[in-house]
């Protein structure tokens, strides 16, 4: 505790005292007492969604009923909050709609995007995306390549170049991956893919109000992401599509359902798609969730007049590097390592912890103490790093304060050197790790 370098109590509460977005914490109900570093899986809960989907249940839909589909404003519901989502993603207002969930969109924007390649000649028959990818993603993406007879090639990071050629068809890929927290160079990527011919699909899960992304900038192809994690909205929200303007009219997307219908109440028979991005829905639209949600994203929003998502990611990469900091500092001779890139460049909003045994009940006897994290199995079938178990903190900085950075790492230094962990309740596996 000489070292003048050590960070302290009293350096992390000056951090958090100069940080300019500290008041927007102000917006969430955040249990008294606890920690929450797993805003990446489950967002927190917006204070104004509260009221706001009690109006939507007691006024608009228990007085209003049907009425509201057109006087609260629901069925416009799905581009409205798109919209909202479009400001943090680099995309135009009627770019993005809000609808299903991450796994069902990218079925539509995968199917479309592999129409998009026929069209342009048979010869391209492979689906190209990475070994470590999120399951749902690549379980969709096998099921559409049997369906179609096309290949589903997955492969390591590094390898993703060399993977890049005249057969390949589609790129699709997670920008931050969920273990890790390792980021892609979506601009780099993207550039790389169209050199090959080679359509791109960005699943925006752990960067959409986690990272600055830039989908028109990049010139990207097609994207879908989650509302319930960065995005607050609130368990199950619906997850969000966009598609560039250049493809989005080019075909229909299969799921051609009636809200995705140029004139869903015109009955007619024979589908007729809907202009731009709407024709992305496919059936009613869960307006009780998606009022939750508008709520998360007016929460980050709010963030605009400091500084925005650029802000919002100084802040994020501040609470990572001090966390990085902090473990090394505290938890040295644990059997910890850092498992997150620690280039700026490379890191999305979350450090991931390996450590050859006891991740699970190292996370759970942390939860004992009111600090939540997750954990990840080690992937089993990758090289020898990502083998190891994953204990994963994500880090919102519309909520997260650098004194509960600190707290967290106090308690994780606590739980290792006391080896609490090893009680044998912290070992019982629950259903949802
Ligand atoms: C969280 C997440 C999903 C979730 O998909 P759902 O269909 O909402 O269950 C999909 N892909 C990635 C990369 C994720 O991180």
Redesign the pocket.
């Known amino acids: 505790m000489t070292d003048p370098m050590t960070l302290k109590l009293d350096d992390c509460r000056a951090l958090d005292a100069q940080d300019p977005l500290r008041d927007l914490r102000q917006q969430f109900m955040l249990p008294e007492g606890l920690i929450y570093l797993d805003g990446n899986?489950l967002g927190v809960l917006p204070r104004a969604a509260v009221d706001r989907v009690a109006h939507a249940v007691i006024a608009e839909w228990g007085q209003g009923l049907i009425r509201s589909w057109n006087s609260a404003g629901w069925f416009d519901l799905p581009q409205r909050v798109g919209d909202k989502i479009a400001q943090l993603i680099g995309a135009e207002p009627g770019e993005v709609v809000v609808t299903d969930?991450?796994?069902?969109?990218?079925y539509k924007v995968l199917s479309a995007a592999l129409n998009l390649a026929a069209a342009d000649g048979p010869g391209r028959r492979v689906v190209v995306s990475e070994r470590s990818?999120?399951p749902?993603?690549l379980y969709i993406a096998e099921g559409l390549c049997k369906a179609r007879g096309l290949q589903l090639l997955l492969v390591e990071p590094d390898d993703l170049s060399a993977a890049m050629t005249a057969d390949a068809a589609v790129l699709m890929l997670?920008h931050v991956n969920?273990r890790t927290g390792a980021m892609h160079d979506m601009a780099a990527m993207t550039a790389a893919a169209h050199a090959a011919g080679i359509l791109t699909v960005w699943?925006l899960?752990?960067s959409a109000g986690a990272v600055p992304v830039d989908l028109n900038g990049v010139k990207a192809d097609f994207a879908?992401g989650?509302g319930?994690?960065y995005l607050n909205g609130g368990p199950?929200a619906p997850?969000f599509v966009w598609v560039h303007a250049h493809h989005v009219e080019r075909f229909w997307q299969p799921l051609s359902g009636w809200w995705g219908h140029a004139s869903p109440f015109a009955f007619t028979p024979g589908y007729q798609p809907a202009p731009g991005i709407n024709r992305y829905l496919c059936g009613t639209q869960p307006m009780l969730s998606l009022t939750a949600l508008d709520c998360g994203l007016d929460a980050i929003l709010a963030a605009a007049p400091f500084g925005g998502m650029a802000a919002l990611r100084h802040k994020s990469l501040a609470l990572t590097d001090v966390f990085i900091d902090l473990v090394n500092q505290g938890c040295a001779g644990h059997g910890l390592a850092i498992a997150t890139p620690l280039a700026h460049g490379e890191r999305g909003s979350q450090v991931s912890l390996s450590r050859a045994e006891g991740a699970y009940a190292i996370v759970q006897a942390l939860v004992a103490r009111g600090v939540i994290g997750d954990f990840r199995a080690g992937d089993a079938s990758g090289p020898l790093a990502s083998q190891l178990d994953i204990l994963r903190f994500g880090f919102t900085p519309l909520y997260t304060g650098f004194e509960d950075v600190w707290t967290a790492v106090e308690h994780l230094r606590q739980v290792l050197e006391s080896g609490e962990w090893r009680q044998p309740a912290f070992a019982q596996k629950n259903a949802v790790t």
């Open positions: 899986s969930s991450t796994s069902v969109n990218l990818n999120f749902t993603d997670t969920y699943d899960a752990h879908v989650c319930y994690k199950g997850a």
